[in-house]
């Protein structure tokens, strides 16, 4: 699949909400409740997925929206990097705190409540899936998409020259 192909941001985009998917079925089917630095994971997601989604549709400013995908998904790896810290680390939690005041007073969490509010413990055991845990996963799904999305710039700039 060629890295400047509608279909290329598609496969990206469907991925990301994917990734959403299946935290809201962790959160409703296993009642999972959501942490802010889970909330601010799916924020990442739905950046990845948005920025794809128009990156496909777009053909002048395709460039701008995978490099906000980018973004995106850097901001992503800061914070799932940041949650599997705090679950290495026991001892630190972000618990109730202003950060999960200031997620849950963002416009989104009283538009979509059911995907973007935050009412759980960062570090609250989780059972792994597969052996790691959700926050990982985020992060393992995060990092794969980001490079993807700068892989693919790379090559089309190479395509370019």
């Known amino acids: 699949m ?17 990734m959403l998917g299946a935290a809201l079925y962790f959160q409703y089917v296993e009642g999972y ?24 549709l777009a053909q002048n400013t395709r460039t701008l929206w995978q490099g906000l995908g980018m973004l995106s998904g850097v901001a992503g790896i800061a914070v799932a990097g940041y949650h599997v810290s705090l679950l290495l680390n026991p001892k630190s939690s972000c618990g109730i705190d202003p950060l999960e005041n200031w997620v849950n007073q963002l416009p989104t969490a009283r538009l979509l409540p059911q995907v973007f509010f935050s009412d759980g413990l960062c570090t609250a055991p989780l059972p792994p899936l597969f052996g790691i845990s959700i926050p990982a996963w985020s992060l393992i799904w995060l990092v794969i998409l980001t490079v993807t ?12 020259r």
């Open 33 to 56: 409740q959501p942490c802010p630095l889970c909330i601010m994971q799916r924020f990442a997601f739905v950046g990845i997925g948005l920025f794809s989604l128009l990156a496909a």
């Open 2 to 18: 060629q890295a400047n192909s509608r279909a290329y941001f598609l496969l990206i985009a469907v991925l990301s909400f994917a």
């Open 149 to 160: 999305l700068a892989v693919g710039l790379i090559r089309r700039e190479k395509n370019y």
